[in-house]
Structures are given as C-alpha cells and as structure tokens.
C-alpha cells in the first residue's frame, strides 16, 4: 500500500543546486573595476607626494652639494618672509571666503524663492561657469576694468578716492569674482532641502521671519554653510595664476614664494625651500578637508 500511495503521489523535485555565491563575485568584480582608479591615483597624486615629501627634508650642502635628511627646510619655511605670506594666504582666504559665504547665501536664497524658473537656471548656470573663470582672463578683466586706466576707474573718478586694485583689498574683490558663485553652487542644494513644512510651523506659533532664520533655519544650514566656507578657503588659498598676473609681489602669498623658489630665486642650499611651502600648504589643506568632510556628512543627516 505504501508502494501505490507512493506511485500515486506526485513526483518529488530534485533538490535545488547550491546558489552561487553572486555576492562574492559582485565584489570581485567591483574591486578590480576599482583597480585602474588605484594606479591613476597612485601615479597622479603618490608619486608626486613622495617626491615633495622626500625633497622637503632634503637639504643640500652649497659646498659639497651633498645630499642629508632634516627639518631645516621646513623650519625656514616657517620664518621671515615665507611665514608672512604663508599668513597672507591665510588671511586672504579667510576674509574673502568669509564675505563670499554671506552674500552667496543671501543670493542663493533669493534664487530659490523666486516664482520664476527661469531666473533660477539662468543664475545656477552662470554660477557654474563663473566658480570656474579664474587665472589671467580674470586678472585681465580686472585690470582692464577697475586697474589704474581702467574704464570703470577713470570714469567714476576712483584713483582720486584712493582705490588700487593691486592691493590686499583688490585682491579679495577679485577673489570674490569667482568665490560667490561658488558659494551659490554649494548652499543652494542646503536651501532646497529646508522644508515647507518648518517655516509653517514657526508661522503658526507665531514666529516672525527673522526669528525663523535665527532659530530654525540658519541652525539647521550651519553645518552646510561652515562647509562651504571651508570650501571657499581652499579653493582661495590655493589660487595662483590671478594673482601672479595681477599683484605680483605688492602682496605677500605662500603660491607666489613657492613661483619664485622654483625658479630659482633663492639662496645656495635652500633650492628645496620651494618643496618645504608646498607640504605646509598641503597640511593646511588636510586640516581643512579634515573639518569639511565631518560637516557635510552632518548636514547631509539634517537635511536628507
């Protein structure tokens, strides 16, 4: 009886194969699609980096021209004129970065809440462009507009009111040319994220519309915006070609000695001086990304 009721019965299903390890070989694959990034990364940025570090505490004898590993390059790295423009780079990208963060803001915000699309894109796009405009074209244009014979300097009279565009002060105005738009670029996504539902709230509480921004909003957009400052510091300290064609030496900067230790333009044995101002300027980059990065991610949590 068994043997009918087991003939009778439907017949059974082989036994499913072993699922293939799909997960495994997905990361497999991944990792060597990752490997050709590795090799560019490695030869772009490693070699390069070893080279600067390994020239940095090289220091040559003017007589012998030996070769010995010390610190005395970075130590001269950090005195005379080397630390005062090392600390005009400093104060430069801070105050321009300072002044782009607040007027980018206020720009961006008037962007997002404007009715007209169109105005939107058409801001967003130039800012794209203009984050990107820098170098000698930007210098030329400068000069040629707000320069000693400039058009807008001659026509409102502004040598006669004291303005020089070869100064600090120029300077930062020409920095701000291309530092705003990119403060619009990067806080306007921070702006899309506050909800609607946040200024309603405040509203019906009774809240006024500075005490939204003061309580609500701007707590919120501080990590955003302390990340785009940030950004606008590294971006203004590591600037080079505007000002070496517009400024020169009238104004002390970290780019500008490393241009003249390259080439050449200091004293026997201090050739790698040069290679000593770019691993200072590389720490002062690292700490910045090393404040960056935290605040994105915090601001990504807030308005996510």
Same mark, same amino acid.
């Given at each position: ?22 997960? =495994?070989?997905?990361? +497999? ?10 090799? $560019? ?15 940095? $505490? ?14 005395? #390059? ?20 801070? %105050? ?22 169109? /105005? ?11 984050? #990107?405009?820098? +170098? ?11 320069? &000693?014979? +400039? ?12 303005? #020089? ?33 946040? =200024?309603?709230?405040?509203? #019906? ?41 517009? %400024?020169?030496?009238?104004?002390? /900067? ?10 050449? &333009?200091?004293?026997? +044995? ?35």
């Amino acid at each position: 009886m068994t043997s009918d009721l087991t003939a009778g019965s439907p017949p059974r299903r082989a036994a499913a194969a072993p699922a293939a390890p799909s997960g =495994r070989r997905r990361r +497999g694959a991944g990792g060597l699609a990752v490997v050709p990034l590795l090799v $560019f990364v490695a030869l772009a940025f490693g070699i390069p980096a070893l080279a600067m570090l390994d020239g940095a $505490f090289t220091v040559k004898d003017p007589v012998t021209g030996a070769g010995s590993y010390s610190t005395e #390059n970075l130590s001269a790295s950090l005195r005379g004129a080397y630390l005062t423009a090392l600390l005009g780079s400093v104060k430069l990208s801070a %105050v321009s970065a300072m002044i782009a963060t607040v007027l980018g803001l206020l720009l961006a915000q008037a962007v997002v809440t404007s009715r007209f699309r169109a /105005l939107r894109e058409a801001v967003l796009t130039a800012s794209g462009v203009l984050a #990107n405009f820098g +170098g000698v074209p930007l210098a030329f244009a400068f000069v040629a507009t707000l320069g &000693n014979s +400039g058009v807008l300097t001659r026509h409102l009279g502004l040598a006669d009111k004291g303005w #020089n565009l070869y100064s600090f002060t120029g300077l930062t105005l020409t920095y701000l040319y291309f530092l705003i738009p990119l403060m619009v670029l990067t806080i306007t996504p921070a702006l899309d994220g506050l909800r609607t539902q946040w =200024r309603e709230a405040a509203q #019906n509480n009774g809240a006024t519309h500075t005490q939204y921004w003061r309580h609500v909003a701007l707590p919120v957009l501080t990590p955003s915006l302390l990340g785009g400052f940030v950004l606008l510091f590294g971006s203004a300290f590591a600037a080079y070609a505007t000002a070496a064609a517009m %400024v020169g030496s009238s104004v002390p /900067l970290v780019t500008l000695q490393i241009a003249d230790a390259i080439s050449g &333009n200091v004293l026997v +044995g201090q050739e790698n001086v040069a290679l000593a101002l770019s691993l200072d300027m590389v720490l002062v980059a690292a700490l910045v990304m090393a404040v960056y990065l935290p605040l994105q991610r915090r601001s990504a949590r807030w308005l996510a």
